[in-house]
Each structure stands twice: as structure tokens, then as C-alpha cells.
């Protein structure tokens, strides 16, 4: 029988009945010939319901004391959702990340997943059960409760397919896939029918917030092919996998937006050897992602170097940074070394693996860009993907200029 691993997000478990609803998908997929685990997120809304009431009686809550809070929102879910597939006659189980042998580092809040022992999973789908998993958690090697960042549940869907090596994944969420530009941006935006797990990941760490980047990653490293689509109908969505020949047939697959980025910049450093491993050893110690990188030519020895991150992060990456300050300095130089942070930044990006066999990507869009009057900032890119950030309040503008002239509407 094939092994089947499906998640819902938290809209779709959103409400008692759109549990329900939940309840009859996984029936008509275990009735289908399937093995079926289920991975869920808290009902939408409930993570941050339960990090407000952390913060109301307590000013800094410990990572540990709010994870063991945070995975209640997933064990509410998995318990309702079992509920409901018993209540229409199924036979199902819920377990915690724990129980299902989802096994983490100890970094609280944003844990790295070590290993999975699928025995009991496995033990109760060869029982003919429903297995209905918390997405989110995990434990410690000693027992403590560990969650893996926000959106995680992705991630833990991911990883219970790879280590069930299931043969089919899919992530069942309210959108109807992946599309080639948000569609609250982009009105004319097209669901893309087939992506590779690198076009995914620069437009989901680009703003896409269709999954977490870190579960692409884990797809990719794993090989786990998966599907996104609609939890409210039965259309196919958009397959993810390794990139096919055909793929590279279309240059450009996607525009993305990311807003909320403040920009960091670290002024009159001494331009010598380590400083900027000093300063992104502190934020990767930090777990603060960091996306675009910009050093300046040195004049007279003295440097400066320009990072973005989300905004959320700037105030933890501003701290983590102060005391290494000093040891920058040029020699009389320490009142020159200082941190300014500019927030209101977008970054749109251009992905597409045929990129690589095709030149000219770049010029036309710095060309429409001007002419709709945007200012670029600062400029990165990869193979597959050209990023710019500017002005957030022109990033939905830049968006629709550029999904229209790559002519995604009408080729996607
Ligand atoms: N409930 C968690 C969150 O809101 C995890 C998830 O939904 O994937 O981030
Ligand atoms: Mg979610």
C-alpha cells in the first residue's frame, strides 16, 4: 500500500468544521488504497493567541517555558482532527511531535530536526490507523519539548515523509498552489503547474509565503517530491521537485515580494582580514537569517559593510553585534564605528532556472523598473534569480511591472 503524508495548515483546521473537513479528506485518501498521516498546525491564529498570554505574564518567557506552551496549539489540533475522523467512522491516532519520534537539537523556538524514529507511526498505519501527527514539535534528546520556528509544520510534514519514504507528499493549505505572483499583489498571477525545489526556494525565502524555506530545504536534501494544493477542493496543485529538462524551457518562473526588510549597515570598520567573519559568525550564532550582503570598496583603509533581514530580527541583530563594535575600529577610529538601521525595504525577485542558459533577464528589468520610476537600492543575484531591494511602498507596482514584463500571465 502506498504511504500517503498530507498537512494541513492552519486555516484549514481553522474551525470545528473545517476540521470535519479535514476528517473526510483523509477517510476518502485512506479509502482511496492509501496509508495516511495526517500533520497539522494549530488552528490559525492560536500560536500567536498563546505567545500574547506568554507575554502577559511575563516580560521574557524562556524559548523552553514557550515552546512547551506553543506545541499546545498543534495538540489541541491533532486531538480534534482524531475526534472527528473516529466520530465518521475511521479509526484514528493522534501523537505529539514526541510520540512520533520527532527528535531535535536543543535550540528552543527554532530547532533543528535530528532524527525521526518512525517504529511507532509505522506500527500503527500497518494497524490500518489514521495517524494523526502535531506538526511544529519535537523533543530533546532529554525529553524537553522543542518547536522549529514558525511555519514548521511544513518542515515536520517533510520530514515524516522522507523518513516514511512515502510515496507521495502533499501540503494542503488555502491557496491553490504556487503561483508566479502573489495574487493579492498581481491580480492576473497563474498557478505554476510544476516547480523545482530551487525556484521554490529563492521565491519562498523571497516572500512566497506559501511554505517555509527551511522545509524546501529539507525537500531537497532528502528528495522528497511534494504537492501543494488547495485543502477546500480536489485541483491538482503545483508539484515540486528536482528540475526536469522541460523546466528550463521557460526563463522566468516567478516574481516575488518580500516587505518588512530593514537594511543594516555597519560604518567606518578597518577593512582587514576576519571582521566580516566576525560579524555574520554572530548572527548565524544568533539563528538570524540574513539575505542580502553588500561591502563597499575601502577608501583610506576604512570600510563599510550593508546587510538586510526582516525587520522583526533587526533589534536582536543589533545586539548581537554591539559588543564586537570595538574590535573593528581602525586605530583612533572607535567614536567613526557605528550601526544604522533603515527599515521600509521590499525585495522583489526574478526566479527561474532557465536563467542560467539566457542573458538579458537582469537589463529588462532594471529598464521596466525605471520607467515605472523605481529606485534600486541594492542588487544581488544568483544563477536563477535576480533580487533588488527598493521602496516598500513600491514594491506592489515594481511586482506588477515585472510579472508583466516577463509575461508570466499568459506562458506560466
Ligand atoms: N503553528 C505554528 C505557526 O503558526 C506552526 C505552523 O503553523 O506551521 O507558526
Ligand atoms: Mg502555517
Avoid: W
Avoid at 178 to 189: G, K, L, M, S
Avoid at 218 to 225: C, E, I, L, R, T
Avoid at 265 to 272: L, N, W
Amino acid at each position: 500500500m502506498a504511504i500517503l503524508v498530507q498537512k494541513y495548515g492552519g486555516t484549514s483546521v481553522g474551525s470545528t468544521e473545517r476540521i470535519l473537513n479535514v476528517a473526510r479528506r483523509t477517510l476518502e485518501a485512506q479509502r482511496a488504497g492509501n496509508q495516511v498521516v495526517v500533520v497539522v498546525s494549530a488552528m490559525s491564529g492560536e500560536t500567536n493567541r498563546l505567545i500574547e498570554l506568554a507575554h502577559a505574564v511575563s516580560s521574557a518567557p524562556t524559548d523552553a517555558e514557550l515552546d512547551v506552551l506553543l506545541a499546545t496549539g498543534e495538540q489541541t489540533t491533532i486531538a480534534l482532527l482524531a475526534m472527528a475522523i473516529n466520530s465518521l467512522g475511521g479509526q484514528a491516532i493522534s501523537l505529539t511531535g514526541a510520540q512520533a519520534g520527532i527528535e531535535t537539537d536543543s535550540f528552543h523556538s527554532m530547532a533543528r530536526i535530528s532524527r525521526i524514529s518512525a517504529d511507532r507511526v509505522c506500527g500503527f498505519l500497518n494497524q490500518g490507523k489514521i495517524v494523526v501527527v502535531a506538526g511544529f514539535q519535537g523533543m530533546t534528546q532529554d525529553g524537553r519539548i522543542t518547536t522549529l520556528g514558525r511555519g514548521g509544520s511544513d518542515l515536520s510534514a517533510i520530514a515524516m515523509a522522507a523518513a516514511l519514504q512515502a510515496d507521495c507528499c502533499q501540503i494542503l493549505t488555502d491557496v491553490e498552489g504556487v503561483f508566479t505572483c502573489d495574487p493579492r499583489i498581481v491580480p492576473d498571477a497563474r498557478k505554476i503547474d510544476e516547480i523545482s525545489y530551487d525556484e521554490l526556494l529563492e521565491m519562498a525565502s523571497s516572500g512566497s509565503k506559501v511554505m517555509q524555506s527551511r522545509s524546501v530545504e529539507f525537500a531537497k536534501k532528502f528528495g522528497v517530491h511534494f504537492e501543494v494544493r488547495s485543502s477546500l477542493n480536489n485541483e491538482p496543485g503545483t508539484m515540486v521537485t528536482e528540475e526536469t529538462e522541460k523546466m528550463e524551457g521557460v526563463v522566468v518562473r516567478g516574481v516575488s515580494l518580500l516587505g518588512n526588510q530593514s537594511k543594516v549597515t555597519i560604518t567606518g570598520v578597518a577593512d582587514r582580514p576576519g571582521f566580516a567573519a566576525k560579524i555574520f559568525g554572530a548572527l548565524s550564532d544568533a539563528r538570524i537569517r540574513v539575505d542580502m550582503i553588500v561591502q563597499n570598496v575601502s577608501h583610506t583603509g576604512v570600510t563599510d559593510v550593508s546587510f538586510t533581514l526582516a525587520t522583526e530580527d533587526a533589534k536582536r541583530a543589533e545586539r548581537a553585534l554591539i559588543p564586537l563594535l570595538a574590535a573593528f575600529a581602525p586605530a583612533g577610529g572607535e567614536e567613526d564605528v557605528k550601526i544604522v538601521t533603515t527599515g521600509g525595504i521590499a525585495k522583489l525577485s526574478v526566479v527561474g532556472i532557465g536563467m542560467r542558459a539566457q542573458s538579458g533577464v537582469a537589463a529588462r528589468l532594471f529598464e521596466v523598473l525605471a520607467d515605472a520610476g523605481i529606485n534600486i537600492q541594492m542588487i544581488s543575484t544568483s544563477e536563477i534569480l535576480i533580487a533588488v531591494t527598493i521602496d516598500e511602498q513600491q514594491g506592489a507596482l515594481a511586482a506588477r511591472t515585472a510579472h508583466e514584463a516577463f509575461g508570466l500571465q499568459e506562458n506560466s
